[in-house]
């Protein structure tokens, strides 16, 4: 008989979580406004609000911690992780910062100036912010395959060549970089193929753009080249990295993600002139170049976390776990994002609460009723992000309506995963029961889904 799956690690720490009544839970949601971000996370069984910051160190890691040098200037930490940097990636200048939106802050306030374009595949919500608060357009190229939710594309994160180049002849001069995201976290943690990366370079550099790779899940992106591209399955994660990293110019990155720790980030780039520009502005936001945002103990577990994050086994025990809710889903017939992400299940609201009119935010709804039913905090990446049109204040239902259940790296079990399914199909299956959203009571300007108060209808 053939072994069955198993995880790559064992647990050494536990740290013990609290189911809650459906009473406690009504309470404490009413107490939240409806909405998850201003509950506790005491009042949470199973968190899948996010899998930024929120995973499982290793004992390795956590040894690396005790050898944190934490010399203002020039530690030996610094060069650790700077030497992990340039042998993953292949990029020889390595600026440490606070977590991902820093490296953007300081790498684009050396790039972006004012009136410029910048396209991208689906830009994440900070590296739009920063775009946009620096007077520039970002402009979505990502593939139109992504946005139907039920077609089963394996690189539905790609970049739509003829979009992205359609922006190139448009704006000729005036398109500073290209951000490739890998994975394409918006629209459902979805892979790009080595051959879209290599065509999207190729494709930026005949116009003489430069390409930025936003990093956050490089090695689940590598992880799907293995396992879904010709030609690549009998490579390691590290000679795919080494290939995806040698098209483009520069990286930043969210470490909180695929760097397995809880805080971090950083920029790398060949261009001599970019690492001597984005200096400038490291020192006053970040803090000086050989710590940047990060003390020397996070450092040092960062280039461990980097280390063990780019084998095989890892990313299979983690994506495993991904699939294996997705399978549970297609058991109970709940439509969600196909195929599964990396990081993520984006379950369709739309399609489960039919019943409920977008005007009251049926991913919202959704968020809630799972979260009553089980603990299960998941969030809304739907109408309520999607947010006002900034001119005409109207609310934007152009795009798609999810709840977006994040699994945490080396945190939950399977057991877990059964129970989040579980709660899912207990709610789906009473969908026609479900008549009635959310309304909005108060709103802040900008980013309201962080503080959004809701009431029931
Ligand atoms: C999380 C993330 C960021 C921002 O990183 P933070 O560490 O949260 O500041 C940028 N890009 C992508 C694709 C991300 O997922």
New binding site residues.
Partial sequence: MELPFAESWKIKMVEPIRKSTREEREQWLKEAHYNVFQLKAEQVYIDCLTD?GTGAMSDRQWAEMMLGDESYAGATSFYKFEAVVQRLFGMKYVIPTH????AENVLFSYLVKEGQVIPGNAH?D??KGHIESRKAKAIDVTCDEAHNTQLEVPFKGNVGLEKLERVLTENKGNVPFMVL?VTN?TVGGQPVSMKNIRETCELCHKYGVPVVM?S??FAENAYFIKTREEGYADKTIKEITREMYSHVDAMTM?A??DGLVNMG?FIATNNKEWFEGAKLFCIPFEGYVTYGGMSGRDLNALAQGLDENTEFDMLHTRIHQVAFLASLLDEYGIPYQRPAGGHAIFVDADRVLTHVPKEEFPAQTLTCELYLEAGIRGCEIGYMLADRDPVTRENRFGGLDLLRLCIARRVYTDNHIRVIAAALKNVYDRRESITRGVAIEWEAPLMRHFTVQLKRL
């Fill in positions: 930024s977590q991902g939106r820093a994440f900070t590296t995201t976290n936003d956050a899940r969210s909180k993600k980030g």
